[in-house]
């Protein structure tokens, strides 16, 4: 019997030492995301809900700031704009917190301006929420590529239902 208790402790013991060595980079707590770097070049633009991911911001092209119009985002709001895509896809900064989440709305699209809203979405029934600020980067599509068209940036909050 001792010799059995033996065995099975020590099967015990080496199925435990197996099990940890499994590496499984991408899945369980404490493991690594992947980095921007990778997932930017991943091939994969499409995000699960549909729309277009931003690549890192080194792949990104900068709208200089003459061209941006931020007169219609808060105080203290990020005010970057950059384009992926050669100029198809615009890129801006979002704030989100909590229990929102932020998403990028093409509200125009003239000869000489686009304009882009920042909506940020909470959930009716969300129930206590952390006061945490997060900024994500956020996508809209274009008709056609920006060029030296003005970007407006306006910003709104909204209750949605879900939670």
Known sequence: MRRLKTLLGAGMVLFA??????????????????????????????????????????????????????????????????????????VATGQEGGCSSVRARVTEQTPERVGLELVEETPKDAGPCTMDLRYPPVTAQLDEELGGRQVVLSQRETTVSGG
């Open 17 to 90: 030492l197996t099990a940890c060595g499994e590496q499984q980079p991408d899945v369980g707590f404490g493991g690594q995301p992947p980095s921007a770097t990778e997932e930017g070049r991943s091939g994969q633009e499409q995000s699960t809900d549909g729309n277009i991911k931003p690549v890192p911001k080194e792949e990104r092209t900068r709208v200089p700031a003459e061209q941006v119009d931020a007169s219609g985002l808060p105080e203290g709001y990020p005010k970057e704009v950059w384009t992926q895509r050669e100029g198809a896809v615009l």
